[in-house]
């Protein structure tokens, strides 16, 4: 049987501005190991909403969520923020890279803060890190110093230092042209049909979602097919 990385049971959330308003509504879905999952729908469905609640950033939600078989529901903030950054990868449409620092250390970041291995061994699986996704030759520059593409890969290499249980995007390819999106597409490609990676990716973009597994389509904050 598939092992199951990520089950969210019966989540509901609203929010109160001032007036409640339901945003996710009855949503059970579960991701397994090796899955590459796509989650589409029209604008203001309720799919950043439910990445929120999915990465565990977001508490406020009715229903129980569980990460790599471990109940987060209830978990107080400390833990989250190690589960966080143990078993989840993040991918936004905006990198997040830290300009100031070399694309090598970027990378580190969250092995460091994870503190499992030495400053030299966090190093080394950076490098690994790098050189998987094919852009070794940059571990020195800056972060300021790339492409916007080159960028949303260095992010893609910083989400993989901690071996996540899951890989967890929203809009990755939404910042990119064409030509950088198809490559960004194929790096989770590659590492999910090499590496076992998990994926769930946020999109708007219907090439992309066509081409995982499994597409999962939010309708005003129910998941209407999958
Ligand atoms: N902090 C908030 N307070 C009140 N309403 C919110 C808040 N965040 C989101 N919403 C509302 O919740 C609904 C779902 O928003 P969400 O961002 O999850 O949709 P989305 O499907 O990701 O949209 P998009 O594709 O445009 O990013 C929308 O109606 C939005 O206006």
């Known amino acids: 049987m598939s092992e199951v990385i990520l089950q969210a049971s019966h989540i509901n959330k609203s929010f ?12 059970s879905m579960s991701v397994n190991k090796g899955e590459f999952v796509s989650v589409v729908g029209r604008s203001g469905c309720g799919k950043s909403t439910l990445l929120y609640v999915l990465s565990t950033m977001d ?32 991918v936004f449409q905006f990198h997040y890279l830290l300009n100031e620092f070399s694309v090598l250390r970027n990378v580190m970041l969250p092995g460091l803060k994870l503190n499992r291995y030495s400053e030299q061994e966090t190093e080394h699986r950076a490098m690994e890190r790098l050189k998987m996704l094919h852009i070794d030759e940059l571990a020195l520059k800056n972060a300021n110093q790339l492409s916007g593409g080159q960028k949303q890969r260095v992010a893609i290499a910083r989400a ?12 990755p390819t939404g910042n990119l042209d064409k030509k950088n999106g198809q490559l960004v597409f194929d790096i989770f490609r590659e590492l999910s049909l090499q590496y076992q990676q998990t ?28």
């Open 16 to 27: 109160h501005d001032p007036v409640t308003i339901p945003v996710l509504n009855d949503v």
């Open 160 to 171: 993989l230092i901690n071996d996540p249980a899951i890989i967890m995007g929203d809009e």
């Open 199 to 226: 994926l769930l990716i946020v999109t708007h973009d219907p090439e992309f979602a066509g081409n995982t597994n499994r597409i999962i389509e939010m309708e005003d904050g129910r998941i209407i097919r999958q």
């Open 59 to 90: 508490t406020d939600y009715e229903g129980q969520l569980w990460i790599d078989q471990q109940l987060v529901t209830n978990q107080k903030e400390k833990q989250l923020a190690r589960i966080r950054n143990e078993k989840i990868g993040f």
